[in-house]
């Protein structure tokens, strides 16, 4: 094979020089692999009223996402620190190969709780996907400028996934049935597992003779991590009862016990000397902060559209897709730019100030807010995104050793999913909570069936339920269905503004990685 006349494109996996063209090959079985992933996590939501209507089971509704959270949380720092001691190349074929298969099952499930185990199942695989797959970007580009120019890739193939996945979950639920959204990942992974298997090089960075698992972190984690997501999941439910107090010391025993073990196995899981280095502890904890923003903003905009503006579905999906399809744009514009910057941190500011626009502009969102001036709201959020969620991929490989590049990679992804589940679930309590406050007035006016019917913020949402809505209360009930839709839009406001919080606790992070530098390895 001919090396390239640029060195920075080519370089050596075992005795070989991998060209351009190989690269390229192989980057695009990683982007199916992105695409797979991504696809899949938004055409379910489009599809799940679907979906409950033909299996029933109401009450395991967010079960079918939650699975696949709790699942995939577990798996990727697992799976990430694993392919630093076998290589990559084998977990992500894996994977691809079980993602396929578990999207088999969902598609055949005939119970809801069928499809609960078949998501869990999947969660494993994806979460193997983005423990291994993003990690294999710095093994292919060991500079950090040229593997900046090529994750471009992996950043248009993820915008363009979620930019077509909740239309495709539209279009393939109305024409083909929701089971056809499940399968339309069979193509998909197919073409993945060509490209993967024909062109990614297996890389191994740990040589040592004997290799020892630490299986007794990777049990500890999975108790500490199961304990988290079901307390987002039940507490809400039931309540701080003496149940959620106890599995609360559960888990956190369950971490206690592991920051315990780490610190005296020989080849942890979590190495501490990863979280030793205070600038990556604090990219870390921004992970855990853009995960929360980005999935309160994505759940919760459409929410205020529909319910307190009156929107379709399919027009408030059109109004959040250039959140989206900007993040793709930002990624672009940001790998122009980062590597001509004596600061790269300064990238992650101007990110956060865009997202603290965003989030204020949702803040102060109301019936009279132009529709041009929330799609410029949500477009710049996009590009602030963009701004910062490579970038923190990019300095956290940077800062740490060769050897924990994969577990370093994968704890950043974790900590993004938890800000995420943490983001969706603690917004979307403090907005049904305020919504419930806001609507306690409008009690007095209807009689004690609409009263109930009122509490819940589905009515602004379901045309069926508000006919029923109006039958009980014929002669007020516009006039008290247009004041729910104000209390809706000030309990999203007052959600938003929590998140507006957690953007402004991201510039104190900053302190942390300003001094970063874009380091030759060695």
Not at 16 to 35: K, N, P, Q, T
Not at 470 to 495: D, K, M, W, Y
Request: with cysteine; aromatic share 10%.
């Amino acid at each position: 094979m001919n090396a390239p006349s640029n060195p920075d494109d080519s370089h050596i996996h075992h005795g070989r020089v991998l060209s351009v063209s190989h690269s390229i090959l192989a980057m695009l079985g990683l982007c199916f692999v992105v695409m797979l992933v991504a696809i899949d996590q938004t055409v379910v939501g489009t599809a799940m009223p679907t979906i409950v209507a033909e299996l029933n089971g109401f009450e395991l509704y967010a079960w079918v996402a939650s699975a696949y959270f709790l699942t995939s949380i577990i798996t990727v720092p697992i799976f990430g620190r694993l392919g630093d001691f076998y290589g990559r190349r084998y977990f992500v074929i894996i994977s691809i190969v079980l993602f396929t298969v578990s999207s088999v099952a969902c598609g055949l499930a005939q119970s809801m709780l069928q499809l609960v185990f078949a998501r869990a199942l999947q969660g494993v695989a994806g979460g193997m996907l983005v423990g291994t797959a993003f990690a294999c970007i710095p093994d292919l580009f060991p500079s950090t400028q040229v593997r900046l120019r090529w994750q471009v890739m992996l950043s248009s193939a993820f915008g363009i996934a979620n930019a077509i996945g909740p239309s495709l979950g539209g279009v393939l639920t109305e024409q083909y049935g929701w089971r056809s959204i499940f399968y339309v990942n069979v193509p998909i992974g197919l073409l993945s597992l060509y490209f993967v298997w024909r062109y990614l090089p297996l890389i191994r960075h740990h040589q040592a003779e004997r290799i020892r698992l630490d299986w007794q972190g990777a049990l500890l984690l999975v108790l500490g991590l199961a304990c988290v997501q079901l307390l987002v999941e039940l507490v809400p439910v039931h309540g701080a009862n003496i149940w959620m107090l106890l599995l609360g010391l559960v888990g956190g025993v369950a971490f206690a016990l592991l920051m315990w073990w780490e610190q005296r196995c020989v080849e942890p899981l979590l190495p501490p000397a990863m979280f030793r280095n205070p600038a990556q502890v604090a990219l870390f904890i921004m992970a855990t902060g853009l995960g929360f923003v980005m999935f309160s903003i994505l759940f919760y905009a459409p929410l205020a559209l529909q319910g307190g503006l009156q929107m379709r579905p399919q027009e408030a999906g059109l109004l959040v897709t250039p959140m989206v399809v900007s993040i793709t744009v930002g990624s672009i514009l940001n790998s122009r730019i980062v590597t001509r910057l004596s600061r790269p941190s300064r990238m992650l500011m101007v990110g956060l100030l865009l997202l603290l626009l965003t989030c204020a502009g949702l803040v102060l969102l109301d019936s009279h807010t132009p529709t041009w001036l929330f799609v410029c709201y949500t477009a710049v959020g996009g590009v602030g995104i963009g701004f910062i969620m490579p970038n923190l991929t990019i300095f956290s490989q940077e800062i740490a050793q060769r050897s924990m590049v994969g577990i370093a990679t994968a704890t950043l992804q974790s900590a993004r999913m938890v800000g995420g589940m943490l983001g969706a679930t603690i917004v979307g309590t403090l907005i049904t909570y305020h919504y419930g406050n806001l609507v306690v007035a409008l009690h007095t006016s209807v009689d004690a069936s609409a009263s109930t019917m009122l509490t819940d913020p589905q009515l602004l949402m379901s045309p069926e339920r508000q006919a029923l809505f109006l039958e009980h209360v014929p002669t007020i009930g516009q006039t008290v269905l247009s004041s729910a839709r104000e209390a809706l839009l000030q309990a999203v406001n007052f959600g938003m503004g929590l998140v507006l919080l957690v953007i402004l606790c991201g510039f104190f992070m900053l302190r942390k990685v300003a001094t970063i530098q874009f380091l030759k390895r060695r």
